[in-house]
């Protein structure tokens, strides 16, 4: 199985401020990557598919960038609304996620 | 606007079987570019995909193996839904159980909608 590896685990920070979560996969992955922010009680939304396609209806201030092994989630400057859990999630062989980052007010 | 609405019992006791289901609307589940899955979400194993059906000329499944010996998916072409159980079942099963879409042409793609969410505790 591939196994992701989210970092940090939780992450501080204010509004405006530019955020950045990683992840790496146990082995490559080409760009069969997602992620997903999730609020507490609610479902998982897609934010970016294929490493760095923004999902119809997502703001242009998230992006995702890598390949292979090493990818980034990038939120240019953070808003009230997007404070929450961030998933990562490979499809290059079934599907695993990663074990998330919360992203709370600093 | 597609969406999916899950429905089932949420508490069961040790050895019972859980069986959810989840309606489509606004897809169809027999669409050659959509496939149809299950996850769920616990503390203890974080996001974990169960299961998925799919028609390609004819109907699929595909399930890991860490459940595959106790669960069974089920599509219903009259009803436009599709079934998840999962037997003889144990408190690490106690979870949020999602359904989701699979939308593309590639062999395994995100999930793009999902359902709403059914906690599921299993407990004596």
């Known amino acids: 199985d591939i196994q992701m590896t989210q970092s940090p685990s939780t992450l501080s920070a204010s509004v405006g401020d530019r955020v950045t979560i990683t992840c790496r996969a146990s082995?490559?992955?080409?760009?069969?990557l997602a992620w997903y922010q999730q609020k507490p009680g609610k479902a998982p939304k897609l934010l970016i598919f294929?490493?760095?396609s923004l999902q119809s209806g997502v703001p242009s201030r998230f992006s995702g960038s890598g390949s292979g092994t090493e990818f980034t989630l990038t939120i240019s400057s953070l808003q009230p609304d997007d404070f929450a859990t961030y998933y990562c999630?490979?499809?290059?062989?079934?599907?695993?996620f990663g074990q998330g980052t919360k992203v709370d007010i600093k | 606007q597609v969406q999916l609405q899950q429905s089932g019992p949420g508490l069961l006791k040790p050895s019972q079987t859980l069986s959810l289901t989840c309606a489509i609307s606004?897809?169809?589940?027999?669409?050659?570019?959509?496939?149809w899955s299950w996850i769920r979400q616990s503390p203890s194993r974080g996001l974990e995909w169960l299961g998925r059906?799919?028609?390609?000329?004819?109907?699929?499944?595909d399930f890991p193996v860490s459940v595959k010996s106790r669960i069974t998916i089920n599509p219903d072409t009259s009803k436009n839904q599709f079934s998840l159980q999962l037997y003889s079942v144990t408190p690490e099963d106690t979870a949020v159980y999602y359904c989701?879409?699979?939308?593309?042409?590639?062999?395994?793609?995100?999930?793009?909608?999902w359902g709403q969410g059914t906690m599921v505790t299993v407990s004596s």
């Open positions: 989701a879409r699979e939308y593309g042409l590639s062999t395994f793609d995100a999930f793009d909608i």
């Open positions: 606004g897809d169809s589940i027999s669409s050659n570019s959509a496939a």
């Open positions: 059906t799919y028609y390609k000329s004819k109907w699929y499944n």
């Open positions: 082995q490559s992955i080409s760009t069969w």
């Open positions: 294929k490493a760095s």
């Open positions: 999630q490979q499809y290059n062989t079934y599907w695993t």
